[in-house]
């Protein structure tokens, strides 16, 4: 099945550590993105790429990272420079517009972080 | 700036009931796209609906459809004999056709289906 797979599910670290979360999708898109989801927050923009080797910073960058060294895959470290870590995390991707067409982002079953 | 506004952050109707989601946006671009997502207790997002700015026919998809005014910026969501499995936060969403595939996310509205 095609899809986009976001691992570990729920994850627990400790103050002052990085930790990465994964994603992976195999529905062969070109563009993928991080978002973060606080409680009556909606969605925010982290980082999204839109071709392999290149991304870009979206509207809460900072103490965050990326890379995009593979199509299918688009990790998210959150660095010890984060103020606030805990929150969920949501991964999507779509075809590149880069073509003039709009595509819908396909999304990830999120992982939940808490840093405490 | 672009923005989206959704002005109803929760909402409660009973099971069979139609109900109808406010969205309104903010954008000089004249070529765009909305979607209506849907987040159920699972956290998984999923696309109800996609209407593009220069088709005035409103889209549908089985008991959703939207209320496109353009002129008005409005976007607003109906859900027709509505089912538990509703029971979701909604979010409206903005995309222009500018080639740096970013979209923007209102708040959300929390939908309670009510049996």
């Known amino acids: 099945d095609g899809g986009i797979t976001q691992s570990p599910k729920y994850l627990f670290r400790k103050e002052g550590q990085n930790v990465t979360l994964s994603c992976e999708q195999n529905l062969n898109h070109d563009a993928m993105y991080w978002y973060r989801q606080d409680p009556g927050q909606g969605l925010r923009l982290i980082y999204y790429s839109q071709i392999v080797n290149d991304f870009q910073k979206g509207d809460i960058a900072e103490g965050y990272s990326v890379s995009r060294e593979k199509k299918e895959s688009f990790p998210l470290t959150v660095t010890s420079a984060q103020k606030n870590p805990t929150a969920f995390y949501l991964c999507?991707?779509?075809?590149?517009?880069?073509?003039?067409?709009?595509?819908?982002?396909?999304f990830g079953p999120g992982t939940r972080l808490t840093v405490t | 700036a672009q923005t989206v506004t959704q002005s109803q952050p929760e909402m409660s109707v009973q099971e069979a009931e139609t109900v109808t989601l406010s969205c309104t946006y903010d954008?000089?671009?004249?070529?765009?796209?909305l979607f209506w997502y849907k987040q159920p207790p699972s956290r998984q997002m999923i696309l109800v609906i996609r209407q593009e700015a220069y088709k005035q026919q409103n889209a549908t998809e089985n008991r959703f459809s939207v209320n496109f005014q353009k002129a008005a910026k409005s976007f607003s969501l109906k859900i027709s004999d509505s089912q538990l499995g509703d029971t979701a936060m909604y979010f409206c969403a903005f995309m222009t056709v500018n080639r740096d595939d970013k979209i923007i996310f209102g708040k959300g509205t929390r939908l309670h289906i009510l049996p």
């Open positions: 999507a991707s779509s075809s590149s517009s880069l073509q003039g067409e709009v595509y819908e982002q396909y």
């Open positions: 954008t000089s671009e004249s070529n765009y796209y």
